[in-house]
């Protein structure tokens, strides 16, 4: 099986049952300042599983674009991914566990799909415990499909359970199934539960009907949604009986084009293994990122930051391997070429792709010069012939010189470097931005509050005065908005005067004094377009956008939480305006 043929397959089953097929949303999340990137099909849906109405109905299927660069590290082994692709499908409140289980089942095991032998089929279901009770259900109605007794395992919380994505919101107990392979069963106790590598999960379907609050507690959602996830990657693999994801399809250009451009074969098990998988990992994750239509560029925070990391560490890893300057362009033309038809943004993009990545390149070689530099300067103070951790971290932290470099540098002039220093100097670094990370998402995921709702509210009349103000080449580049401020990003060459921000500030107050109705208007995007709404125009030609409009001052293309009145937000106070990145300004903003 091929990746188009699964995605394919997936999208047209769902929809003979009814799912609308939408368009995945951005890789990096809007209005959900708790998180860099979007994690699951899930977490662009949020607030339709908390209640709010989907303008494609009820039943929604879709391939989304995901992201996870928690394990960065670890990329470079047989599984791995910092990009991967979800396929999914929603129940919003509409059917529950009889469905998504037969459904499952039916694409799973029909010849038309999925064709996997029954037999070769196992479930874990929840077990229950003091948040929700042991899924009897969910077990017979595996059972009325006719899968055996011991193809079935009740498992607990640590394994049956997902969500929520972030602290709070939607979660529940779910079901997942496996491929069980020709690996012999551990011991007596051997279930999907170990990873001993007879069990190989495929598929998920969650029960969301509980929202997790911030005290730890479970409260009922007021509707009871489905929310599966199908990894398209590791699907592949399992399904082709592949041992590890750089061995499918998906790969196979880009290990070529670094085979070309190194000039050595890549193969499952040689000292150069680690280094190919890492360059084609995260250059197929920077490219996505580039290419996404809400993209950033490299920088030293927040996505832009994660970015940088793939990038440089991709140059890294290139260097290994022998390969060119310039090389990573060519792999991410490849990148580029196998995905365009199925996220067009890429191909729109690709100059820009190819010329961020270029940009970055020219970036980290001057830096790597001032570290070389301040690497000679410090062995030429050195008293002796060791480097102690405080400084190596130094190095790192301040002219960002990666530590590998430090040591290859030490290692060719006779010094030592003092390593268990310099990883006590990075861990303490990372608790204290985890700290950090921490205060700044207190707030919890897709925090869908009414202050929240409100400084949404607000950013659109502060863009719609900014237009006014600045004129139109003012386009949004970014929100991110907790329940205490806002923060918006938009394309402006040079700085906004104080006598500008004034005046934009004066108007955002008076289109709140007129307290106007805040109005939703579901239209195809189409329609939207031409009444003159801005934002965002990602979706398909004919999908279906909700505009808000503000009287006669904004009118946007919008998901997000919305006041009912323009009059409830209060006043508005502008506390900052920055730079955000070349040619990108930023403002932050509260409502008193
Ligand atoms: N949210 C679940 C997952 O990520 C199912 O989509 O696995």
Redesign the pocket.
């Known amino acids: 099986m091929k990746a188009n043929e699964l995605r394919q397959k997936y999208l047209k089953f769902f929809e003979s049952k009814g799912h609308a097929v939408i368009d995945g949303a951005s890789v990096i999340p809007e209005n959900d300042p708790t998180v860099l990137f979007t994690?699951?099909?899930?977490h662009p849906l949020i607030p339709y599983l908390l209640g709010t109405k989907h303008p494609s109905g009820t039943r929604l299927t879709d391939v989304q674009k995901c992201i996870r660069t928690g394990d960065i590290d670890e990329v470079g082994d047989a599984s791995h991914l910092t990009f991967f692709e979800?396929l999914?499908n929603w129940s919003l409140g509409d059917y529950f566990k009889k469905e998504a289980i037969a459904w499952s089942w039916e694409f799973l095991t029909s010849k038309e799909y999925l064709g996997i032998d029954p037999d070769r089929l196992a479930f874990s279901v929840f077990a229950g415990d003091a948040d929700a009770p042991r899924d009897v259900e969910a077990h017979d109605l595996w059972r009325a499909c006719g899968v055996k007794e011991d193809h079935i395992f009740y498992l607990p919380k640590e394994n049956n359970w997902?969500?929520p994505?972030g602290i709070t919101g939607p979660c529940g107990s779910?079901t997942e199934m496996f491929i069980i392979t020709d690996k012999p069963a551990c011991g007596p106790d051997c279930s999907p539960a170990c990873d001993c590598g007879r069990y190989l999960e495929i598929w998920?379907?969650?029960f969301m009907q509980y929202n997790k609050n911030a005290d730890g507690s479970f409260s009922p959602l007021t509707q009871k949604n489905v929310?599966?996830?199908m990894g398209l990657e590791r699907t592949l693999c399992i399904l082709n009986g592949q041992t590890n994801v750089y061995a499918t399809e998906i790969f196979a250009d880009i290990l070529a084009g670094i085979e070309e451009l190194s000039g050595k074969k890549y193969t499952d098990h040689d000292e150069y293994t680690r280094a190919f998988r890492i360059v084609a990992d995260h250059m197929r994750t920077a490219t996505i990122i580039l290419g996404d239509r809400r993209g950033v560029t490299p920088s030293n925070v927040d996505q832009g930051y994660v970015l940088r990391r793939l990038i440089r560490r991709a140059i890294r890893f290139a260097g290994q391997l022998g390969m060119p300057d310039g090389s990573l362009g060519r792999i991410s033309s490849i990148v580029i070429d196998q995905y365009k038809d199925v996220y067009p943004e890429l191909e729109e993009k690709r100059a820009f792709i190819l010329e961020q990545l270029a940009l970055e390149e020219e970036r980290f070689d001057k830096t790597l010069t001032t570290g070389m530099r301040e690497f000679e300067k410090l062995v030429a103070r050195l008293n002796g012939s060791r480097i102690d951790g405080p400084a190596a971290f130094h190095l790192y932290d301040t002219y960002g010189f990666p530590i590998e470099f430090t040591l290859e540098l030490a290692k060719e002039k006779g010094f030592e470097v003092d390593t268990e220093g310099f990883a006590a100097c990075f861990r303490e670094h990372q608790a204290k931005s985890a700290a950090g990370a921490e205060q700044r998402f207190k707030g919890g995921l897709a925090d869908h509050s009414v202050e929240t709702a409100r400084l949404h509210t607000a950013t659109h009349l502060l863009q719609a005065a900014l237009r006014r103000v600045l004129g139109d080449e003012v386009k949004q580049k970014g929100s991110n908005i907790t329940a205490e401020r806002l923060r918006f990003d938009f394309s402006f060459p040079r700085k906004v005067t104080p006598e500008e921000l004034a005046e934009v500030s004066r108007l955002v107050n008076e289109a709140i004094a007129a307290d106007v109705p805040v109005v939703c208007e579901e239209m195809p995007v189409e329609e939207a377009k031409k009444s003159g709404a801005i934002g965002l125009f990602e979706n398909k030609y004919d999908s279906v956008v909700k505009v808000y409009t503000m009287g006669s001052f904004s009118k946007e293309i919008c998901g997000g939480p919305h006041a009912e009145h323009t009059g409830e937000l209060g006043t508005f106070v502008i506390q900052k305006e920055e730079s955000s990145s070349a040619g990108v300004r930023r403002i932050k903003a509260i409502l008193k």
């Open positions: 994690t699951a099909g899930m979800m999914g997902w969500g994505a779910d998920n379907d969650v929310d599966t996830g």
